[in-house]
Nanobody
Framework: QVQVVESGGGLVQPGGSLTLLCAVS????????MGWYRQAPGKQRELVGV?????????????YYAASVQGRFTISRDSAKNTVYLQMNELKPEDTAVYYC??????????????WGQGTQVTVSS
């Protein structure tokens, strides 16, 4: 069974920085991509950014970011540890949300499916 676990959330002042971590564990063949999403109270879950972790040109081979975080957030990966990071700089109150990680997994059988983590709260407030 594949598990996705996020960590690193917390309370930060506007203009501050925070780094989130997403780790994937379990029996699998490959992880094609890992993405960060967020959901603010009363709003739909939205894509923050996604990174190719399986090689090739999946998702164009380069990280993709939503316009609202472009230039402030950076996704990086440690493929050996099946881990991705979300470095968030210049945080704004509107970045407050529960941040979720999603892994697009390829099972040993070859089946592909997505796995969600439980989320981590990020609050930007003075």
């Amino acid at each position: 069974q594949v598990q996705v676990v996020e960590s690193g959330g917390g309370l930060v002042q506007p203009g501050g920085s925070l780094t989130l971590l997403c780790a994937v564990s379990g029996t699998l063949s490959n992880i094609k991509a890992m993405g960060w999403y967020r959901q603010a109270p009363g709003k739909q879950r939205e894509l923050v950014g996604v990174i190719n972790t399986g090689g090739g040109t999946y998702y164009g081979g380069s990280p993709y970011y939503a316009a609202s975080v472009q230039g402030r957030f950076t996704i990086s990966r440690d493929s050996a540890k099946n881990t991705v990071y979300l470095q968030m700089n210049e945080l704004k109150p509107e970045d407050t949300a529960v941040y979720y990680c999603n892994a697009e997994v390829v099972a040993v059988s070859g089946n592909k499916y997505g796995v969600w983590g439980q989320g981590t709260q990020v609050t930007v407030s003075s």
